[in-house]
């Protein structure tokens, strides 16, 4: 959703501004603004409703000069999207505002506090909640500066007590950058449930709500947290927090570098990131295989061995592709390590009252450790009691700092909106937090050794699994034009199934349903007709056979039948219309491997259809609205 950027150094600030904007285009978004602060203390402001390059275009005819600027991409809440409504927002007098201000976020008591700054004879020029939250720090700073003489001591004192003052009167979330006229080369962050990173560089400061626009910038990064109010101007930064007042910040190196976030020779992100998933399976891997113990190691559980042996019960929640994620998860935690585990939408789990269960741990599976609802289940079940993990990518946000502790999937940069490789990498390490889980309970060292052995070969599996592309681009064509899809999986695969129809419908638009295949009788057999593919999920197992009179049963109902079936399967060619065949590997780590060719068979339809697969229509990769 929406996305901030922000620049204060040597260089024209638009440049950067432009170009962050583009990094964060990913987030889903319907409109763009920059506003710049020349030296002199006057802003400019160019917005655009459409993509970036309507923007680009307007900058080309009418260029921003100022070195101190910030930008935003709006996806709309309050207001539809319009110029008007477009960030960054104007604060104080319409014909000589005091303040530029972009926002992320949602403030939930806007109109009430708009009703009285009207009364008081501030003028709206949008619809938006933000608007608001400009004209309230212009108020506050109106009033601390006829009191200018108590704020002499420290420079940005009495800045500071205006934002403050009115940012205490606001109910929701934030992430703000924001530009002063009268204090030109400065910008000033604030962050409330809504992610601020700051970039360091020689001379100049970046800032941004995630990392990717500060990739090739710069290699130094601040991760901001709640209640911090961020001083930056070109030679430093200053950081206070609401209550404590001024504060050390911990400076960390940046982890992505360009290549992360440039497409290079690929047309797509998504499909980029679908051939990266071998990569990311290894650094998820990295380190965290135990030859000695036959076990995995985690570094940041933060849990005792007694809490970990106390463990007895655990509960995944997500939301989307990640939620797909924990239910492998479910049913590779059950396998090796025998304990019960509940998986939950993290929206259900947020207002549900479960029942305290000692020994409980919750695990919050998210890509960008942003999303609102997990993050709400996360507070919900820390603040109960259980202690919290996170399994995620995004480092230094929201979910992996309010989390007692957890597990970074290290895959890199998503920007596709459709996950892939984020999903292969959370049921890796999934699949390792299996392996230790049962290591510390009734699970062998030869079976813990044989599991980590299987491991480690599964990069190259899917190197070689990757070599369906073309194979799979031939069957989209075949089939592109139908208008729903089954897809259909048991045991650790219907998660496979449920992903795979997930991935169609998010960049396709065709309806797709993903079921157990033996539910299959109870209700979507209805929907089977000579127009309607069903996509089989077929490894080698013990459902295998079950899973063959399900696929029979579709075949006599004259149903078209894609396979997806490891090599040397000698049947189901007799069965299926079409077989894709993949490297064969044992049942537990086949959703790592079967979910492959259903993403690139998702890609290629989408693309025959025309659609845009790295920003389909009406989705945002990350969803920080309830
Ligand atoms: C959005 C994205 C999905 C993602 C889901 C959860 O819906 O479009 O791809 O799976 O959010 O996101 P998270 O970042 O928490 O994994």
Sequence with gaps: MCGIVGYVGHRTSADYLLEGLRRLEYRGYDSAGIATLSADGQFDVVK????????????????????????????????????????????????NPVLALAHNGVIENYLALKEKL??????????????????????????????????????????????????AKLRGTYGLVILFRDYPGLIVAARQGSPLVVGVG????????????????????VYLADHQIAFITADALEVSHREHGRIDHLVHDLTIDQTDVELGSFPHYMLKEIFEQPEALENAMRGRLNDEDGSAKFGGLNLTPQQ?????????????????????????LEELARIPVEVEYASELRYRNPPMEHGTLLFALTQSGETA???????????????????????GSTIAQE????????????IGVASTKAYTSQVAVLTMLALFFGRLRHLGFE????????????????????????????????????TNFLYLGRQFNFPTALEGALKLKEI?????????????????????DENTPSVFIMPQGFVYDKVMSNLEEIKARGGPVIAIAPEGDKQISRLADDVIYVPPVEELFSPLINIIPLQLLAYHIAILRGCDVDKPRNLAKSVTVE
């Design 118 to 167: 009207l009364d008081e004879g501030y003028a709206f020029t949008s619809s938006t909640d933000t608007e608001v939250v400009a004209h309230l720090i212009a108020r506050s700073l109106a009033k601390f500066e006829s009191r200018g003489a108590e704020f002499l001591d420290e420079p940005h004192a009495l800045l500071r007590a205006a934002v403050e003052d009115a940012l």
């Design 508 to 528: 396709s638009y065709i309806h797709a349903e993903g079921y157990p295949a033996a539910e299959m009788k109870h209700g979507p057999i209805a929907l089977v």
């Design 202 to 221: 020689h001379g100049e400061h970046f800032v941004a709500s995630d990392a990717s626009p500060l990739a090739g910038r710069t290699e130094k990064i």
């Design 308 to 332: 970990l042996r106390g463990v007895n019960r655990i509960l995944l929640t997500a939301c989307g592709t990640s939620w797909h994620a924990a239910l492998v998860g479910e049913y590779l």
């Design 447 to 482: 079976a813990g050794k044989r599991i980590i052995g299987e491991l480690r070969k599964l990069p190259d599996v899917m190197r070689q699994t990757l070599e369906v592309n073309a194979a799979v681009r031939q069957l989209a064509g075949k089939y592109c034009h139908a």
């Design 403 to 414: 989390a007692d502790g957890g597990v970074y999937l290290h895959a890199g940069p998503e």
């Design 373 to 395: 609802d997990t993050l709400a289940a996360l507070r919900e079940m820390k603040r109960k009691g259980y202690p919290t993990l996170a399994i995620c990518n995004v480092v």
């Design 48 to 95: 655009a409703v459409g993509r970036i390059d309507a923007l680009a275009e307007r900058l080309t005819e009418r260029p921003l000069l100022g070195t101190t600027g910030i930008g935003h991409t709006r996806w709309a809440t309050h207001g539809v999207p319009s110029e008007a409504n477009a960030h960054p927002h104007f604060g104080g007098p319409a014909d």
